[in-house]
């Protein structure tokens, strides 16, 4: 198989290095994948980056086999620059290798895909060289650390054999507190949504993973939580209101205004009744020629 060689303007300034360096780190937004089985391979890795890396790897890999030499080292390096990317992403995911679950997990799901790939991509070899992963020294002041796992951070894990009643005591309190901060915010859930996610069973270090939910008693439901405040506001509010109406002026100014109110209304609806009546009395002629006539009769009389 023919080598494709680093581009002259790179090789005459002993540039080939960062040609390779930048060709790995393009990142593009899409991916042409000729393999459907590979897909089908990472999706079920345990978590998201390792995908996301899966498949910049895929597109890496795909772009350097033309320029793999079969040499070893640096005398190829299209394979020595892939090596010291992939061992750069590790470094992140494991933390310089100090993530005992994180490096676990990559060296079950990334690792193998190098060897995969060596058969979906035919042509010269290129072997896989551990260098870069582990050499980045963490300052001293940041050597505590929680390192990313698809367990919640409040997960519970200790192991069922253990006799030491002081670490037995501290598994017991953290249990607790996720208890107590359940009750604190008043969840509908019955625990914490982080707690009631975890995984019950046996991880990489061999310690047993609790679910934390099955130690959290039910959280009261959120009507039950406000309609005591509620409840309350509303007979503080009849009280202070009762209170001011029978023992401060302010109820007899509101009587007394109450009733000069309800005069003034019967007053306008009798003043009106009236003006009514003298309406209907002068629209009326029969009326008044019948008195006329009436007066008039008792007068000749």
């Known amino acids: ?25 393009l990142y593009p937004s899409e991916f042409e994948i000729k393999h459907i089985d590979f897909l089908k391979h990472i999706k079920d890795f345990p978590d998201p980056i390792l995908k996301y890396v899966a498949l910049y790897f895929y597109y890496n890999y795909s772009v350097a086999k033309d320029y793999f030499t079969g040499e070893s080292g640096q005398n190829d390096l299209a394979c020595h620059n892939l090596n010291r990317w992939l061992d750069q992403h590790k470094s992140f995911f494991t933390h310089s290798e100090k993530c005992e679950y994180n490096k676990n997990q990559w ?40 390192c990313n796992k698809p367990q919640p951070e409040d997960d519970i894990c200790y192991d069922p054999s253990e006799e030491d009643s002081t670490k037995i005591e501290k598994d017991c309190d953290e249990i607790k507190d996720l208890c107590d901060e359940c009750d604190k915010f008043r969840l509908k859930q019955e625990c914490l949504d982080r707690a009631k996610s975890a995984l019950q069973g046996y991880s990489a270090d061999d310690t047993f993973h609790i679910n934390a939910q099955a130690y959290c008693q039910k959280c009261p439901f959120l009507i039950q939580t406000i309609a005591l405040p509620v409840v309350a506001t509303f007979l503080g509010t009849l009280f202070f209101a009762f209170f001011l109406y029978k023992f401060t002026p302010l109820g007899s100014i509101l009587s007394n205004r109450g009733r000069s109110k309800k005069r003034l209304q019967q007053q306008f ?33």
């Open 1 to 25: 198989m023919e080598v494709k060689p680093c581009p002259k303007r790179y090789f005459d300034l002993d540039g080939c290095t960062s040609y390779f360096y930048a060709l790995y780190n």
């Open 269 to 301: 609806m009798e003043e009106m009744a009236y003006q009514q009546f003298e309406r209907s009395r002068n629209n009326n002629p029969h009326s008044r020629n019948g008195r006329t006539r009436l007066h008039y009769q008792s007068v000749q009389e």
């Open 107 to 146: 060296n079950i799901n990334i690792e193998p895909l190098w060897e995969k790939f060596e058969n979906y991509f035919r042509g010269n070899k290129c072997e896989r060289s551990h260098t870069f992963s582990n050499t980045t020294h963490i300052p001293q002041k940041l050597d505590s650390f929680t």
